[in-house]
């Protein structure tokens, strides 16, 4: 293919600023669309309050937090005589039975959570694309195989595997996110998107694509997944939601190896036994109010973008 | 319709052989066995330990252990537990399973119905505050996270409130002199309640069938007949005490579990109602001049009701993994909470007999999503 691409006046532009320039137009009509969506943008602006609150934590501790003191993981307050403390100006939601910060173990935990979240979803979504891809393209044997492999994965009851495994082994945020990842990936998000490739692959482009001579490789990865990425985005906000969620019960058995995160946040309070007290609700509902939060505006997100990708909802 | 069903077992039994295997050997395949846990006590020589192992035979290959699992499983011996001893898993799973599916099996279907109804009217009158009240309390109950709420319930109507029973499935200081074990109490309300909901079904089936002017009398015959009946059978058989300590138990987990699913039914009726509303054959029956009502019930709810089932099928085969949660927190005695305490110390015969459990009941719940589709939508034949 040509470098470059002759416009009217003859001038030659590069390709990718062609593409970049078309990239631009279509994120700003879809973002037209996403945003007639009000339930969207109070996701995305959780989202970004969230996103605020985990770069703040590095920022504090480095300004005004004493480390000694607002560690979230070996802090102690040694000014206060009696731990878990009610909020206070030096300790804006109190301390937990250790004697921690909770604001800062709040603030810490959230970029782990939005980690934890991202790569489960990556995951997912590479896998469940390439499969479904493949799966359509080549279909037959290689599609039966795959789709099989789908049912079975989707039978696989998520959580008390999930509760075997991290019960049987020490089990960290990168390999709980590794597992999630693979689970959905194989399983229910590679049958939605095998179903959208589906129509990607009848489309005349791929046919011209083939007569061009192109390969089945090269067909596939430039021209069926960039048609497929929408969908898969759209799939990558509710594995997210789940994700963070599952950590969160897991945490909260006290299953998992990590340090600290909004469910060990919950497990901590359970363990010294102020779970049911309402005097000392500053250890339970930060940390749970940010769960269901965070967890509410993926899935708000997925739903607006499901009217942006999704052509059956599409109201043009 | 049967030459479907035959191949379809057949594949259910194909699949669930494939399940077994992938938990056996990723239960498996985990560091350290139950020999280790048994033989801690650094005093026992090393060749007692490998006396026990080779006792319980672990030593030998993965493989051959794993057929004579499958073998064992099904003739129907699904093993002993290690926690609890001499006792058989077969014994634990009946005694668990009934307490699980009767929570989950009630919560779904309180909360279809409800979900069902709610979801239709709101689908119905949109725009204005109703939409988005409805809408966020949908949202809020379908994305919370389920340990806190449940938390929240029990603090609120077992902690400021004392109204209901914290958790547990019973009250063991009124059972002392209880004349027959909880178990059998359990047993009987199944029952008897099973036979209620059939004669409240079967009149409201009927009532559907007669004249309007016979049909309130009919209606409420069939909801009075079985409500008086299990009145009169727990006053009579002595037992109505235990049965109300095991029912004021059931409830607070049973709202938790309606609650939390409600919200996803009601927002799915919700979307589902809205897309069958742009079909030509609503405009069609509204151009005809039927009433709203018969519109909204009889050519959008039927239509739209298929995605819902979907919802309500595919939750109850899901019920064990949430019921992980919801069990644990109210301390239910169900497979949840006994898969949890199993897989916590290494009881693998009984981590592996609930795992599969869980996985022959979201075979079922699929194959009974797939014939209730073809009652649903005339347009799907199985053949």
Redesign the interface.
Known sequence: MAEAIATTEHVYVPLWRVRLSLFWKSLRTNWAMFSENPIGLIGLGVILFFALFALAHPILMNTIWEPRVYDPISGYDMEIPFHPSPPSARHLLGTDPLGRDILSQLMYSTRYEFALGILSAVVTVVIATTIGAVSAYYGGIIDTILMRLADLVIMVPFLPILIVLSALTEVGMIELALVIGLLSGFGGTTIIIKSQALTIKVKPFIEAARVAGGSDFHIIFRHMIPNLLPISLLYMMFVVTGAIFSEAVLSYFGLTTIQMSWGIMINTTQLFGYLLRFDTWYLLIPASLAITLLCAAFYLVGRALDEVVNPRLRKR | MWRFLGRRFVQMLI?LL??QA??YF??DA??GDIADLLTLDPNIPPAERERLRAQLGLDRPPVERFITYIGNFYRGNLGVSFQEYPRPVIDIIKERLPRTVVLFLTASILSFWTGFVTGKILAWRRGGWIEYTS?ITG??L???????FA?MM??LFA??LNWLP?GKFLDPLKWLDAPISANAVFARMIWSSFFALVIVFVGFWFSNRVPRRQRLVLRAASLLVPLVGMLLYWRLSGLGFYAWDIARHLILPVATVTLIAYGGTMLLTRTSML?TLREDYVLTARAKGLPDKVVRDKHVARNALLPVWTGLVFSLG?S???G??TE?IFSWPGI?LT??NS??V?DIPV?MG??TV??VM??IS?LIADIGYAFLDPRIRYH
């Not at chain 2, 379908?142 to 806190?148: E, G, R």
Request: proline fraction near 4%; glycine fraction near 6%; charge should be negative.
């Open positions: 699949t494939l399940f992938v938990t990723l239960i985990q560091p809408t949202v809020t379908y994305t919370v996270f389920t340990p806190w938390l029990i603090w902690v400021a914290a897309e899901n064990v993994s949430g992980i949660i644990t949840g898969l949890l897989a916590l290494a981590a609930t795992l869980v996985g979201t075979l699929h």
